[in-house]
Each structure stands twice: as structure tokens, then as C-alpha cells.
């Protein structure tokens, strides 16, 4: 009785090891042939109810589920709460299987918080997208933001009479060594679109730009500036109609750069040039 158990045993164990690599076989065909990323995501979560920590697959599978997750938020840009769902999921993985996963897959956390602020902002849920903001201002103050998100990032992006316009910001603050000189706090880029809205070339870039203070009866310590790239007919310059003091009132802000794409600059405007 006792070796008719132990024969059980090892064909139970022996089947149940061939049903796993028979779901890895397909899991794989479905994530490099196939490219069907949802699907190949349920099977690497199935593998993973099939396998310990201290299976040789383990990693792999770990990582798979993390480029799986990656790739389909990158695909869910446009949808903003599926952005966020997926975005918000790859996050907790990564977190709870960091020593398992390749540091390069791992680091698209980073990108992945600044995608959480994006949809948010999308969304007009801008308290929700502070959060993001602020631990991203975090990781930048510990130095662990990989290259591409270690100096600035992006937290807008909408669509504006058939333009693609990016906000980005920059992390340093006033007084700091990096604001020395000429400094823009936020900057956001107007591009031109291809036929499938894709950007095509940039037209000109508006900048929260730091003012140079000569005296104390300044009250702003931020200025809007335009300045053109490839745009014609379009004016550029300081426009004192908009400034901004520390921290920068982001409501206001939003609120002028839309007025500034209208092409109202205000009366006070200073140091206008036409570009033809």
C-alpha cells in the first residue's frame, strides 16, 4: 500500500510539473509571438498559483508578469482610469517581488507614478494626482530616479485645436544650485500632430520662467515667457500678466496656460516679438 502511494505521488507531481511547463509554453507563445499581453498576463498569474520562491522559474515568471503589466499600461494611455488600474497594479508587483526582478524592469515604477499623475490630471482629480507628485519629489530628494525622470517629469498632457501639448516639471525649487541663472520651474511644449496624433514638430514652448528680483517690492517670483521653434504668425516674449509665486498655484496655472493657447496675452504684455 505504502509504494502504491508513493507511485500515486510522483505521477501526481510528474503530471502536474508537465501542466506547468505546458502553460509556460503557451504563455510565451502568447507574450513573443503573438504579443497578446492580457492574456499571456492571466496564464504567468496562473503559472505563479503553480510555483514556490524557491522555484528556478520564480524570477522569470515575476518579471514576465511585470513587462505584461508595462506593456498594456503603455497601451491604456489613452484611457486614463485603465492607465491608472494598470499603473497602480504594476507598482504593488514590483514592490512585493523587488528582489525578483530585473533593476531595469523594476526602475519603470518610477515612469509609472508619473503616469499616475498624468491620468489623474487627465481626470481633473489633481489632490489625487499630488500624491504621486509628492513621492516622486521624494524619490528625487533619496536619488534613486533612473535617467529620463531624475531631473524633471511629465505631469500633463492634453489635446488643444488638433495640438499635443506636454506639461513638464522640474524638481529643483528656487535656491537651490540648479536655479541659478536662467530656470523654468514648469514648462510646457505645443507640437504640431501627424495624421494618427502622434507629435510632429514642435511649434513653441511656454515657460513659468524664474524672475530675476532687483528689489524687494517684486511680489512674484515666477514670469510666463513663449518662446517659438518652428511656429510662424505667432508672438513670443515675457507676459506680465501671468506670474506665479512659490509654490506655484497649479489651478491658476492651467487656467492661463489655456488662455495663452487662445492667444491672450494680456494688455501688460512686454518684450513681444512676431516671428513671420
Given at each position: 500500500m505504502k509504494k502504491l502511494f508513493v507511485i500515486l505521488l510522483t505521477c501526481s507531481c510528474l503530471f502536474a510539473t508537465g501542466q506547468t511547463e505546458?502553460?509556460?509554453?503557451?504563455?510565451?507563445?502568447?507574450?513573443?509571438?503573438?504579443?497578446?499581453?492580457?492574456?499571456?498576463?492571466?496564464?504567468?498569474?496562473?503559472?505563479?498559483?503553480q510555483i514556490t520562491l524557491v522555484d528556478t522559474d520564480w524570477s522569470y515568471v515575476m518579471s514576465k508578469i511585470a513587462r505584461c503589466l508595462f506593456t498594456m499600461e503603455a497601451s491604456a494611455r489613452k484611457d486614463s482610469k485603465k492607465s491608472i488600474e494598470l499603473a497602480t497594479q504594476f507598482i504593488e508587483h514590483a514592490d512585493k517581488n523587488r528582489e525578483y526582478i530585473d533593476t531595469a524592469i523594476y526602475e519603470k515604477k518610477f515612469f509609472m507614478y508619473k503616469n499616475l499623475v498624468v491620468a489623474y490630471f487627465a481626470l481633473e482629480q489633481l489632490d489625487k494626482a499630488k500624491?504621486?507628485?509628492?513621492?516622486?519629489y521624494e524619490f528625487y530628494k533619496q536619488k534613486v530616479l533612473p535617467k529620463g525622470i531624475d531631473k524633471f517629469y511629465n505631469f500633463e498632457f492634453f489635446k488643444w485645436e488638433g495640438k499635443n501639448?506636454?506639461?513638464?516639471?522640474?524638481?529643483?525649487?528656487?535656491?537651490?544650485?540648479?536655479?541659478?541663472?536662467?530656470?523654468?520651474?514648469?514648462?510646457?511644449?505645443?507640437?504640431?500632430?501627424?495624421?494618427?496624433?502622434?507629435?510632429?514638430?514642435?511649434?513653441?514652448?511656454l515657460h513659468?520662467?524664474?524672475?530675476?528680483?532687483?528689489?524687494?517690492?517684486?511680489?512674484?517670483?515666477?514670469?510666463?515667457?513663449?518662446?517659438?521653434?518652428?511656429?510662424?504668425?505667432?508672438v513670443?516674449?515675457?507676459?506680465?500678466?501671468?506670474?506665479?509665486?512659490?509654490p506655484i498655484d497649479i489651478v491658476k496655472l492651467r487656467a492661463d496656460i489655456r488662455e495663452m493657447l487662445k492667444g491672450n496675452y494680456g494688455p501688460d504684455a512686454k518684450s513681444v516679438i512676431k516671428k513671420k
Open positions: 505546458i502553460l509556460f509554453k503557451k504563455a510565451d507563445s502568447l507574450f513573443y509571438d503573438y504579443k497578446d499581453y492580457p492574456k499571456a498576463l492571466e496564464l504567468y498569474k496562473q503559472i505563479e498559483t500624491i504621486y507628485q509628492d513621492k516622486l501639448v506636454w506639461g513638464y516639471e522640474f524638481y529643483p525649487e528656487l535656491g537651490d544650485p540648479e536655479t541659478k541663472g536662467s530656470f523654468s520651474k514648469i514648462v510646457y511644449y505645443v507640437y504640431s500632430t501627424n495624421a494618427d496624433g502622434s507629435d510632429n514638430e514642435q511649434l513653441y514652448r513659468v520662467l524664474k524672475f530675476h528680483k532687483f528689489d524687494n517690492s517684486v511680489k512674484f517670483d515666477y514670469v510666463m515667457s513663449k518662446r517659438l521653434e518652428t511656429a510662424t504668425n505667432e513670443s516674449g515675457t507676459f506680465y500678466d501671468y506670474t506665479y509665486t512659490k
